[in-house]
């Protein structure tokens, strides 16, 4: 059974930097492509960032380019979001999820980690 | 950006009703449009892809068409497990982007 857990979140001042991984199992993580999707509080669902199966291809939001970086590490299975420079508008609920490659729809999805930006 | 327009926000009905969900995109993404169910503190789960394939272990009373810009997703003989929010997502092209949700509530 696939499983996806976020973790990392947490209460973060303006300004701040958060990592945030998530442990994937009960498939072969390398094979597939990685995304986060968050939702601000109350708010729909945005896509911010995907990584392909081995790393070598990153896409971003213009809205956290230069800001937020993704990564993978396979031997762990093990995605990851660093993000830097934090503001109140990145304040929601942030979801990794798994798309079947080039078709990036949404399979399965890990149960999201908050994070709050506030000082 | 390819923008995703979904309507209408709100839908209250009953228990046995049929309902009807509309998203139009702001470009043509042929049939690469997903439809996704949210409860409440949950995450989002897949019910639709390709715009109309049924993703395994969604009901059969769930059902995706259209092409091109104009989609729809249509719940037949709603159930309580049904009442929750629902969102299309395009994936023609990136950044991948989502419809701004449809709330099923009770009527």
């Known amino acids: 059974e696939v499983h996806l857990v976020e973790s990392g979140g947490g209460l973060v001042e303006p300004g701040g930097s958060l990592r945030l991984s998530c442990a994937a199992s009960g498939f072969t993580f390398s094979s597939y492509w990685m995304h986060w999707v968050r939702q601000a509080p109350g708010k729909g669902l945005v896509w911010v960032s995907r990584i392909n199966n081995d790393g070598s291809s990153t896409m971003y939001a213009d809205s956290v380019k230069g800001r937020f970086t993704i990564s993978r590490d396979n031997a762990r299975n093990t995605v990851h979001l660093q993000m830097n420079n934090l503001g109140a508008e990145d304040t929601a609920v942030y979801y990794c999820?798994?798309?079947?490659?080039?078709?990036?729809?949404?399979?399965?999805w890990g149960q999201g980690t908050l994070v709050p930006v506030s000082s | 950006d390819i923008q995703m327009t979904q309507s209408p926000s709100t839908l209250p009905a009953s228990v046995g009703d049929g309902v009807t969900i509309t998203c139009r995109a702001s470009?043509?993404?042929?049939?690469?449009l997903a439809w996704y169910q949210q409860k409440p503190g949950k995450a989002p789960k897949l019910l639709i892809y390709q715009a109309s394939s049924l993703q395994s272990g969604a009901p059969s009373r769930f059902s995706g068409s259209g092409s091109g810009t104009e989609f729809t997703l249509t719940i037949r003989s709603l159930q309580p497990d049904d009442f929750a929010t629902y969102y299309c997502q395009q994936y023609e092209r990136y950044p991948l982007t989502f419809g701004g949700g449809t709330k099923v509530e009770i009527k």
């Open positions: 470009e043509t993404i042929s049939r690469w």
């Open positions: 999820a798994r798309s079947l490659n080039g078709y990036s729809y949404f399979e399965y």
